[in-house]
């Protein structure tokens, strides 16, 4: 199992980008998806979560301006990102909770893509 996220890169502040991210691998289900962010020199934070049921949940600095979708047929989840202000430049990552195939009953880890860097700057 693996995730691969793409999407990044330099906009003005006040623009949009559009992050992705799919999930691949021998999955039976996923749950929980999320991105969340690094910035230099600062921890890691969540940005924003959606569950296989499509209920969102998002950091108080994003919300208004950010939108977590999912594709459960596609394994995808996407982060639309507008109003972009440069303190939301960092390295954004993708995250699942995975039950692969054959995993007994319960079992299910958590998996990361690999980043991709926003920069928000004029």
């Known amino acids: 199992v693996q995730l691969q996220a793409s999407g990044g890169g330099l906009v003005q502040p006040g623009g949009s980008l559009r992050l992705s991210c799919v999930a691949s691998g021998l999955i039976l289900r996923i749950n929980t998806m999320a991105w969340y962010r690094q910035a230099p020199g600062k921890q890691r934070e969540l940005v924003a979560t959606i569950t296989s049921g499509l209920n969102t949940t998002y950091t108080d600095s994003v919300k208004g301006r950010f939108t977590i979708t999912r594709d459960n047929a596609k394994n995808t989840v996407s982060l639309q990102m507008n109003s972009l202000k440069p303190e939301d430049t960092a390295a954004y990552y993708c995250?699942?909770?995975?039950?692969?195939?054959?995993?007994?009953?319960?079992?299910?880890?958590?998996?990361w893509g690999q980043g991709t860097l926003v920069t928000v700057s004029s």
């Open positions: 995250n699942a909770n995975i039950r692969g195939r054959g995993w007994a009953p319960g079992t299910t880890l958590d998996y």
